[in-house]
């Protein structure tokens, strides 16, 4: 196992648990600004990945002033810690919307933007801000091919984006795209699939431009595509993993030069056999997303997965005659952003390698109730 994870003190550390390496959450973040090449306004990290109020805090050290993120209580959270410029990328529907304008309110020198893909969810929205007196930014989610949400380019996204115009209460701000369905390994095949994107964005834009609407902000992109936005005009870019970054994008996409920074600690509880070894690591504790391996244990080899249950997690091996109860194990997990939603705070490690100081993941819940 590489050094740089070594916990000195890790009988202080109970199992399982989340660790994360400030130095190189602090690399990661000045990774990202290497590929802007220092241009912050660049740059609109998304929070979902950390949900914490410390790492907010590292990204203004850094010069980041703009954030997204997809709860309430992530935008909160991002609030309270002095940021004024905040992308809330999920379209409010029920009393989210009465709770978003709550927050509007409470927090009137942020300047706040939603998305929509719905004439619905234009009107509702409409509705309940024009009862109020507010006035908010709202930008159309476009969908460019990974089907999940959003509005294809065409005439229904055109009559939507007039309805946030015309509307009382509303005010056009632009396109929001996100692009998870690319994830192609080969950079030149990952640029391409970009381009195509970006050409449906270009084509609405102009759309929009033929009706005389202004589209002031297009945000794009996620850590996998983040380098090539980085390098577009009139783009902000928006990773997320990339502050911890994970086992997953590590070994898809290394060109993008992130560090995995945040680990899940583990400890062996039983030896069932010759050739297994169990782990304290359940689906509780290491996201149960995507399918297949979960997470790389880093300091024993040989090792292959197999099942996992809510609070165990059975490992085969050649031969357990190294392994000990109680034994440590730093697992990388695949996908690091459902994992941290799994626990209440991690265990900060400083870089003499000791654990000092935990950091709540504050954003964690969806409400404070």
Known sequence: MDKKYHIKNIDDIPSPALVVYRDLVKQNIERALDWVSGDVSK?????????????????????ILKHKCATIREAEMIAQNGIEDIVIAYQMVGPNINRFLSLQQQYSNVDFKVIVDHIDAVTQLSEA???????????????????????????????????????????????????????????IARTNACNKSLYQVEMMQGMLSDKGLPVPLVIMGGTPTFPIYAETDGVEASPGTFVFHDYGYTTHFPDLGFIPAALLLSRVISIPSSTRFTLDLGHKAIAADPEGVRGTILNIENTEVDTQHEEHWAINVPDTSQIQIGQEVYVCPTHICPSVALHPFYYVIDSDGYYRETWEVTARNRTDS
């Open 43 to 63: 740059l609109r990290p998304h929070a979902k990945t950390h949900k914490t109020a410390e790492i907010i805090e590292m990204e203004r050290e850094a010069g």
């Open 129 to 187: 801000a024009k009862n109020l007196g507010l006035n908010v930014k709202v930008m159309l989610d476009l969908d460019v091919g990974m089907k999940r949400t959003g509005v294809p380019v065409g005439d229904d996204a055109v009559k939507i984006y007039e309805a946030i115009d015309q509307f009382d209460g509303l005010q056009p701000w632009g396109l929001h795209v996100y692009d998870g369905h690319i994830h192609d390994i080969e950079v």
